[in-house]
């Protein structure tokens, strides 16, 4: 699809690297108005083709608290002073849900926002966690066409919210706090799986010993855990957003991940489009089946024998996908 108007103007700002056309961009590609959605999909897959170097996306999670705004800030910092340029996106479980976020109430990243090569985006207030995270993938691609060589996607440690960004970045990286190895018991460790990189952060005054045990604590967890990857098994480091301690080595290990990759790389992005690709196709049957007043109808008449017991959730959700498709048909 060639592209018109807005979305011609927008490709063309984008491209030379201008930080409002690409604001603009990510607002219409938030935008659920049909045109906006059209235009959006055209621009979004102009920007796909540009040719770039190879960029990096990484996500980052951790507890509200942890120190991700400060971490972000100042790792963001240190990548700009080493010549790349960042863009920082964020999925936020919490503005779904609430309309409230927990990631974008405060002022956040002061250096980093008002930065010449960084563009700091906070996450929608408004729209289901799978179409923000979608626009998210999509906000994405618009950076780097718009030559952010490095993606820093933030999310809060609550939620699905981790698993659909470890769907759309190359490496995952978690933050912990000092002290906080007992919390990896029971659901913590399903995000630690997700981890290619742990970085126990605030080492530094008082905390350096407990992040010192922390670390070890981590390091043992991670020995048992089977690696996403086969040529790279997960660390552990220190660090300290506040004093900038290890920052560096946090982002030596980045890059050697990034290396490891190898041809990997392209494989995983593949990968990474496959992944959405099915999420959008379950999005929008789902979107589709529900419009459907025939169908909804049908679940609605189902839906006392599911509740009682006398139909099985199985069973019942068989019958109203064979509805919505006869009578697609
Ligand atoms: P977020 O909610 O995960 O984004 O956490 P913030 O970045 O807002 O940080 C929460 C608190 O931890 C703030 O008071 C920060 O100043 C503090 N903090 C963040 N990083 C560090 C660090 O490396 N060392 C220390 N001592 N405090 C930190």
């Not at 995952?172 to 952060?201: C, H, T, W, Y």
């Not at 080492?203 to 045990?213: F, S």
């Not at 959008?280 to 609605?300: C, P, Q, S, Y």
Request: charged fraction near 25%.
């Amino acid at each position: 699809m060639g592209l018109t108007g807005r979305a011609q103007t927008l490709f063309e700002g984008i491209t030379r690297g201008d930080r409002m056309s690409l604001a603009r961009a990510i607002t219409l590609v938030e935008s659920s108005r049909a045109d906006h959605r059209k235009q959006a999909g055209a621009l979004v897959s102009a920007c796909s083709r540009v040719p770039r170097p190879k960029t990096l996306r990484i996500g980052l999670t951790g507890t509200p608290g942890v120190g991700k705004s400060t971490f972000i800030e100042s790792l963001g910092m240190l990548l700009l002073r080493k010549g790349h340029r960042v863009s920082v996106l964020a999925v936020d479980p919490s503005s779904a849900r609430s309309g409230g976020s927990i990631l974008g109430d405060k002022t956040r990243m002061q250096d980093l926002s008002v930065a010449e090569g960084a563009f700091v985006r906070p996450s929608p207030s408004r729209g289901s966690l799978g179409g923000v995270a979608r626009n998210t993938m999509d906000s994405i691609i618009l950076a780097e066409a718009a030559g952010f060589d490095v993606c820093l996607v933030e999310t809060v440690g609550v939620g699905q919210s981790e698993t659909m960004v470890a769907d759309m970045v190359d490496m995952f990286v978690l933050l912990l706090q000092p002290g906080s190895g007992d919390e990896l018991q029971g659901v913590k460790r399903g995000i630690m799986e997700l981890a290619d990189l742990v970085v126990i952060n605030k080492a530094d005054g008082a905390l350096e010993l407990p992040a010192k045990l922390t670390r070890s604590e981590i390091n043992n967890a991670l020995h048992l855990m089977v690696p996403r990857r086969p040529a790279w098994t997960p660390k552990c480091l220190r660090a300290s957003a506040v004093t900038g301690y290890n920052l560096e080595r946090v982002w030596d290990t980045v890059l050697k991940y990034f290396d490891g990759l190898g041809h990997e790389w392209d494989a995983l992005r593949a990968e990474q489009r496959e992944k959405w690709m099915w999420r959008e196709v379950h999005d929008l049957l789902m979107a589709r089946i529900r419009r459907d007043e025939g169908t909804r109808l049908f679940a609605e008449s189902l839906k006392a024998d599911v509740l009682a017991g006398g139909v099985s959730p199985g069973v019942a959700a068989e019958l109203i996908v064979e509805r919505f498709i006869s009578l697609k048909t």
